[in-house]
């Protein structure tokens, strides 16, 4: 069992910045890949960045690469996604999530690949 908690949504200005945290309540980190979901108003949930459990590997969707940056802190079991270049078009309610994995798996765009899911966090960027 995990649970997830993000923080640090909130509103902000067109170009500015967020950082979000994930916090893991888990006895193992370690072996847990992350992932970052959203889903805006009246839009199905995407994906938006993974990262891997040792942290040496990420992938981004299209649209946030050059902006986002996904990262992990595995001694504070803490996931982190930066946002930079903030667009209207981010606003929405950002997901963690979670998925036991061996050391040499790939990483997954797919949020049926993930067990543990946060409550989300709200994201507003205003133009």
């Known amino acids: 069992q995990a649970q997830l908690v993000e923080s640090g949504g909130g509103l902000v200005q067109a170009g500015g910045s967020l950082r979000l945290s994930c916090a893991v309540s888990?006895?193992?980190?370690?072996?847990?890949?992350i992932g970052w979901f959203r889903q805006a108003p009246g839009k199905e949930r995407e994906f938006v960045a993974a990262i891997t459990r040792g942290g040496g590997s990420s992938d981004y969707v299209d649209s946030v690469k050059g902006r986002f940056t996904i990262s992990r802190d595995n001694d504070k079991r803490t996931s982190y996604l930066q946002m930079n270049s903030l667009d209207p078009d981010d606003t929405a309610v950002y997901y963690c999530?979670?998925?036991?994995?061996?050391?040499?798996?790939?990483?997954?765009?797919?949020?049926?690949?993930?067990?543990?899911w946060g409550q989300g966090t709200q994201v507003t960027v205003s133009a």
């Open positions: 888990r006895r193992t980190f370690t072996d847990l890949a």
């Open positions: 999530a979670a998925r036991r994995t061996i050391l040499t798996a790939p990483l997954s765009r797919q949020q049926g690949a993930y067990t543990y």
